[in-house]
């Protein structure tokens, strides 16, 4: 006999225009929520967020969901963004669940693996990520932009998980503790792990995409990665005063070239008092410019009111 109650687990579903595979997905998912009875609690569902779609996908979810009443959906009033609909879809989310799993609409990730999150979690994990093993259905230019962008990150200082995106599954205090992030320009790779909480992870094979074109264009790409790199990381500013330092330096070493020159008596006139000038007033400007900015950054960190602390543990 059980004697310790199933946890109830969502699987949130953003989609945009995601008339094609939706039917497809549904079933998948289906499948796998009852692969997972003896798990999970009867009262588990999926959640579709439709992020402010064009086509059919929001009268396809109501269909879905009079049929089924293991499938439930929220409809945006408009097109919000990915990162945006799967926080409306967490936020929903645990009214009900106690776990939560956010998956792609197109199931390019391995939604086989969501029973293995879930036995992770049962295990003490408050955070699974699942982490892409092999990018191979990936074209070219994704797969070297993705790794070269997770890079990039990574040196700016930005504590992000490799390969990985937004498939994960959060307990319900992980999500409470995020909905205190209360920052508009989300980025939830950047975010989820400044939680702290215990972590662990899941691997798996990216699949083509079922049906249905990415609705991630390059734009998209580079707009998400800029979020991510001006939300978690002071680096550009940093770099803005290295650059002041760099040319004043450079004007110092103009200075000495122009008193060796004037000693020689080589000096061509009115070179070296524009030159000079030119590297000093810009090295200034900079620096003047990194100062401001680290003041500014102040104040963006201020702004954006992150929690300073999520406690894990007490003992009263
Ligand atoms: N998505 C969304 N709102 C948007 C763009 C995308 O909710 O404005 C959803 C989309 O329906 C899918 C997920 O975000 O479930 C990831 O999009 P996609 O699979 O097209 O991205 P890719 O795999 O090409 O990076
Ligand atoms: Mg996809």
Redesign the pocket.
């Known amino acids: 006999m059980e004697t310790e109650k199933k946890p109830c687990l969502a699987i949130v ?4 225009n ?1 008339e094609p595979v939706l039917e497809q997905t549904t079933q998948h998912l289906l499948a796998v929520l009852e692969g997972m009875q003896e798990i999970v609690s009867h009262d588990s569902r999926i959640l579709y ?1 439709d ?1 402010g779609s064009h086509d059919a996908t929001w009268s396809m979810i109501e269909q879905l969901h009079a049929e089924d009443r293991r499938i439930a959906g929220i409809s945006l009033a408009h ?1 919000s ?2 990162q945006n ?1 799967l926080m409306a879809g967490l936020t929903t989310a645990i009214r009900f669940a106690d776990l939560t799993v956010t998956i ?3 199931l ?1 990730d391995d939604e086989t693996v969501i029973k293995e999150m879930v036995q992770l979690a049962l295990q003490g994990n408050d955070i699974v990520y699942g982490v892409r093993s092999s990018r191979a259905t990936d074209t070219w230019f994704k797969r070297t932009t993705a790794q070269a962008f997770y890079r990039l990150m990574g040196k700016m200082g930005v504590k992000t998980v490799y390969n990985h995106a937004d498939y994960r599954l959060m307990s319900r205090r992980a999500v409470e503790a995020l909905l205190h992030y209360e920052e508009r320009n989300l980025f939830l790779r950047g975010l989820v792990p400044l939680l702290g909480y215990k972590t662990a992870q899941v691997e798996y094979a990216r699949k083509e ?1 079922q049906a249905g074109e ?3 264009p390059l734009t998209k790409m580079l707009n998400l990665a800029f979020d991510g790199i001006t939300s978690f990381s002071m680096s550009l500013v940093h770099m803005v005063l290295w650059l002041g330092l760099i040319f004043l330096l450079i004007a110092l070493g103009i200075t000495i070239w122009v008193i060796v020159c004037l000693v020689q008596h080589k000096a061509i006139t009115g070179w070296s008092s524009l030159i000079l000038s030119i590297w000093f007033c810009s090295g200034c400007v900079l620096i003047g410019l990194g100062i401001v900015g680290e003041y500014i950054g102040k104040i963006y960190m201020e702004v954006k009111r992150r929690p300073r602390f999520n406690i894990k543990d007490e003992r009263l």
């Open positions: 579903v953003p989609c945009y995601e967020v992020d097109n963004g990915h609909a792609d609409a197109d390019q995409r990415s609705k991630y």
